[in-house]
């Protein structure tokens, strides 16, 4: 009798053990993912131990480095994720890519600490301050002014040296500077993408966090938001998820989504208002509900805020076919309603230079002869010398090696030291040619495609001309400060719509499917922490 219940007990352990592995519920997959996460950071530390026997103590002193044991951590854990979401990769492909987007842009982000990586992070944390309080009256510290108005960008890649900068902000932190920083409520909308941070900034202040933990909390809220926006943004397709995968995970686009920037915004909001869009394509004889009508001219809406030039792109919309509606009335209302949207994000853009800040002379690290005032005069008393100017630079932003600057160059971190950005721009290429299904008859449509490519012309356009007015040279044959970077909230909303769904690959084949998503994922998590390791934290010693 006791055989037999010793027997039966084992069975039960063998039976619940395996139940774990088969991960066949959500809480067996949470339990085995806590559980495999905690064994691969006990075995980042013994990989760290290893490292110190061989290359000796840190910077600081330690034989742990911090940084490292973190990088080891998130690679185990990225190769947990893997298994323990192995039956989802083929039909919910986005619960692997949100522990992949998640995982590596917030560890991206923490380790940044306070070091100033991205371009222009004293700007964007201006912009945090702005709406730090209630009555948009900041008093900002000495460390406030060091890090808003800095232009050196120094990066410390010595620990000794970066631990000493940070206990340095946190003294600096408890002296007031002096200066008041002014928020305007008219620029609300400008700063959408700021107002998280703000908010995570003022509880931080409020329970007297320390600085260099502050800097980098309210940094993190930019990395949460990014992975959990693609995320549901992925959840809404029917097919070319992993398209939509391989521009989440653009190493430029998780590099700014872990820094202070409002491209985290504009990235992942067009990413998931797109993926709405063709939501609805992809479901066209499926009625659009006043739910769905709204999360998608919303979520296209809120875009803009940050980045207003690109409001071409909401007339997409217009796509959306007439049957879609409960009746030609509602069809019209809400075609009516695209363009309005885009009216008001034009407005928004033009308000505060003509009724706030008004054209003033430009940004001035374009140099002493940028004048946006005598700029606007050049090109409205010389259109087609300007067009001439425009074309002459336009083709060179859709080149291949101009791909390299928005694949994966980390701005003052540079390049990665393998081409990796080739592999990443051929699977680019490839899903855009392969992913796609029966469901996309409707969207890769030749309409939708010249719409798709017109506005991305008009966008990349007007993208130029603001550069031109704002920060370049009267009368330049270049645009200066335009970086490629600026195209990636283009990519998407255009691919999407080409290739057609007679070239989709893998057909009606569930093994091949999982391989061919799991690979394109495997591929962009590799490239991601390689590139993360070589131009930043494997140099943190």
């Avoid at 989440?248 to 869009?277: E, G, H, M």
């Avoid at 409205?380 to 932003?397: D, H, K, Q, T, V």
């Avoid at 540079?414 to 008859?441: H, R």
């Avoid at 990519?491 to 290739?499: G, H, Q, R």
């Amino acid at each position: 009798m006791a055989y037999s219940t010793k027997n039966n007990k084992r069975a039960s352990a063998f039976d619940a053990f395996h139940s774990l592995i088969a991960c066949t519920t959500k809480q067996g997959k949470a339990l085995l993912l806590v559980l495999l996460s905690l064994a691969s950071f006990i075995l980042s530390v013994v990989i760290e131990y290893l490292c110190y026997l061989s290359v000796g103590s840190t910077s600081l002193g330690t034989w742990y480095n911090i940084y490292w044991i973190g990088f080891f951590f998130v690679c185990g854990f990225l190769l947990s994720a893997f298994f323990v979401f192995r039956h989802d990769i083929k039909t919910k492909p986005e619960n692997l890519f949100l522990a992949i987007v998640l995982s590596i842009t917030c560890f991206s982000s923490i380790s940044f600490s306070v070091n100033e990586t991205c371009w222009d992070p004293g700007s964007h944390y201006l912009y945090v301050l702005h709406f730090a309080e209630l009555d948009l009256t900041y008093e900002a510290t000495v460390s406030d002014m060091e890090m808003a108005y800095t232009l050196t960008n120094d990066v410390y890649f010595n620990l000794n040296d970066l631990s000493n900068y940070a206990d340095e902000l946190n003294a600096n932190d408890l002296i007031k500077d002096g200066k008041t920083i002014k928020g305007s409520i008219l620029l609300l909308y400008m700063r959408l993408s700021s107002l998280p941070a703000s908010l995570v900034f003022s509880i931080c202040s409020a329970l007297s966090v320390p600085f260099s933990i502050k800097y980098v909390l309210t940094r993190l809220i930019y990395a949460l938001i990014y992975s959990f926006v693609t995320f549901f943004g992925m959840k809404q397709l029917k097919s070319g998820k992993m398209l939509f995968a391989v521009i989440a995970l653009l190493p430029v686009a998780v590099f700014l989504a872990a820094n202070y920037s409002y491209d985290y915004w504009v990235n992942a909001f067009v990413l998931f208002a797109t993926a709405c869009l063709v939501r609805e394509l992809q479901t066209p004889d499926e009625p659009i509900t006043k739910k769905r009508i709204v999360l998608l001219l919303g979520s296209f809406l809120v875009v803009f805020g940050p980045k207003a030039i690109y409001f071409p792109l909401v007339l997409l919309c217009l796509l959306v076919p007439r049957k879609k509606f409960s009746s030609p009335r509602a069809s019209k209302l809400f075609r009516g309603c695209v363009v309005f949207i885009s009216l008001f994000v034009a407005a928004s853009f033009l308000f505060p230079y003509f009724f706030i800040l008004g054209p003033g002379v430009g940004d001035t690290r374009g140099g002493p002869d940028v004048n946006s005032t005598e700029q606007i005069l050049f090109i409205l008393s010389s259109p087609f010398e300007y067009a001439r100017i425009l074309l002459n630079n336009l083709p060179g932003y859709y080149s291949f090696s101009v791909a390299k600057n928005y694949i994966s160059y980390y701005a003052y971190l540079g390049y990665p030291q393998w081409p990796l950005w080739i592999l990443v721009y051929a699977l680019m290429v490839f899903t855009a040619i392969t992913d796609k299904s029966e469901v996309d008859n409707a969207v890769c449509t030749w309409k939708s495609r010249v719409l798709a490519l017109v506005l991305n012309v008009v966008s990349l356009i007007l993208v130029l001309t603001a550069f031109y007015v704002a920060f370049t040279a009267v009368r330049s044959e270049i645009f200066a400060g335009c970086q490629p970077r600026y195209l990636i909230p283009q990519l998407f909303c255009t691919l999407v719509f080409l290739s057609s769904h007679r070239l989709a690959w893998p057909r009606k084949n569930d093994t091949k499917k999982t391989i061919y998503n799991a690979t394109v994922l495997g591929l962009m998590s590799f490239v991601l922490m390689v590139g993360l390791w070589q131009v930043y934290i494997g140099l943190l010693y």
